[in-house]
């Protein structure tokens, strides 16, 4: 196991390279101009007369792709992932801004997904063919089939324009206030967190309000198939001898199911969380942008609409080092639930 | 026609299959019930019966459904924007079956490094954010339906490449492989007439279920407004036009329900139809299926037993070969 975890570890940046590069290299079917633009001042902010030959050189967008893909390179090892024109500042401080934010929201919807599914899943299969099962049944196929941003759209509509109890954004002014202010400590930038750590529980709670719509968009449709599986797997695993010998022997139900059952039947849910994390974090761009929660989701939108590639770049590497790190995460968890499976 | 009489036998299978030949019909006589205007170029361009900026209801226009943001027929919309979804669909699932089968297939016949370096390259693709890379692939192409298929498919053959390895692995150790191998058959011979039609039924049985996920990927990526060009009848388009006017007014704040409604409806049902069609075919041929996860065991404990076709309704369970690491 150690070897394997070893040997992740070596590939990891060796994927990230392979990634950046190949995004990198993407980036280069523009024209030097064309990615010039994401640095041009507006026009009362020029101060100098220079050609856009000058510009470009400045940029150094005329040098050879591995060059300029080295010099990138060079940066980001040195923590320096470049300047971000569409926010304004650089790449690094918008990451270590945005980040918290959908990584907040994320986990919050990785919660509902895990959480959701393994328990309605176990419940459903426990009714097999009984009435709570063919409903949820149903409802499972619909709610794979109703997009995020229609879920989003729709709680927008009756949340917040119809009963206006739970606002879109990631605080109330009066909180936001709070959280500026010089004497809130912002230790991680989550503010659910931050709130409990510096003892406002008011802004914990008014954050948390803002994470509901958001989570529970972002988690329908994986919510939904996960329970599916969970619900399919524990079903097959009920039907093994050795869950008929447990209740042979006169063990409740209840522990042979939780015990005997749902370990193993677990393991196709684990196979699938490592798409279900990327699924998750890709939803960010979309319900994000939706509910106005500045994350990095709406974060690498705006980059990507105004040609920001340093940005989008650096979302690339934050989110792929998040999916590749996670992947591992699973495989190992996969391992200890199942012995039988040998890790190379 | 045995699968056929198993999927409508299945009441989800046949709601299901309704739905999609419901699409069908639609998408088919679309000239007829919905006729593009005389002299515009382009019928997949939505007809504007004005160039208000504010949504009207059915009631003031002369149009079934309303009109969204910016004039659109809303009606019009719906109608050809199932050709798009169909068009879409078809294209995306078509090819990426087509190339991952042919990738996957030959790679894990051929074995070796090509083996293992086409399989690091599905994950590569895998494990990566569609959306996110969908939206680095249209800022530097530009936008346009053309390019989202691009997207869809570059990240969408790896998982029928896998699927059809895991098929490959066990098939070129059958009996009959050999036996071809013995009488001097070529190894191209050898893997399109023999591995390869012996493998794709995994991935064939995924077919329906691939069409509702791949157009509910399109509808998310048109929704945020990379995919079709503005005004194409596409119906994750024609929700994104909705989005401003999603809060109403003060005083109704479901004013203009109809402009987000009507295409939710159309993408719900026609995947919803794809979903639903899509698990009652694997209920409906799923033995074989069964049989070589058995073969691979990783997965299942000794893979499903006596569970009664279509009776269930079960649901996937993946096997290791949705895993990142293979461990075979």
Redesign the interface.
Known sequence: MYG?ILKRLIAMPI?LL??TMT?FA??M??SPYERLAVFLPTEDQWTEEISLDDLVARYGLDKPFLEQYWEWLQGVLHGNLGWSASARMPVAEALARYVPASVELTLFAHILVFVGAISVGTYVATK??QLPDQVI??VG??G???????VA??L??IF???LDVLPPGRLSTWAQDIVSAAEFHRYTRMNVLDGVLNGRFDVALDALKHLILPSIAMSTGMLSGMM??M???L???L??DYVTTARAKGIKESVVIIRHAQR?AL??VV??S??AI??I???T??IE??FNYRGMGKF??DA??A?DFPA?LG??VV??SI??FS?MI??IL?MILDP????? | MNVLRKVTKNPLGLAGMILVLAWAVIALIAPLIAPPERGSDDPYMIRRVSYMSVPQPAAKTDTLLGTTGGGYDLFYGLIWGSRTAFRLGLEVVCLTMIIGTVVGGLASFAGGWIDYLVMRTAELFMCFPMIIAAMVITTVLGKGLDKVIIALILFGWPSSARLVRSEVLSVKQRDYVSAAEAIGAGRMRIFFRHVLPNSIYPVLITFASRMGTIVLAAAALSFIGIGAEPGYADWGQMVNFARNWVLGTLVNPFEYWYTYTYPSIAIFTFVFGWILLGDAMRDALDPRLRGSRRRRGAGNRSGRKASKPGAGGDDPVPNRSGQSVPSD
Do not use: C
């Open positions: 394997y994927f392979v990634l995004a993407l980036s079917v523009l097999h063919n049944r149903v196929s619909m794979v089939a109703i997009p995020g941003f229609v759209l729709f927008l509509v917040y324009g119809w599916r599986v619900r399919s797997s079903l097959e695993t039907k093994q193993n393991l196709p196979t699938m490592t798409g990327a699924a974090i890709s939803g761009v979309i942008t939706i690498a939108v990507a609409k040609l989008v979302v690339l989110v792929s999916i590749v992947t699973v495989d996969y039988r499976v040998v890790l190379r």
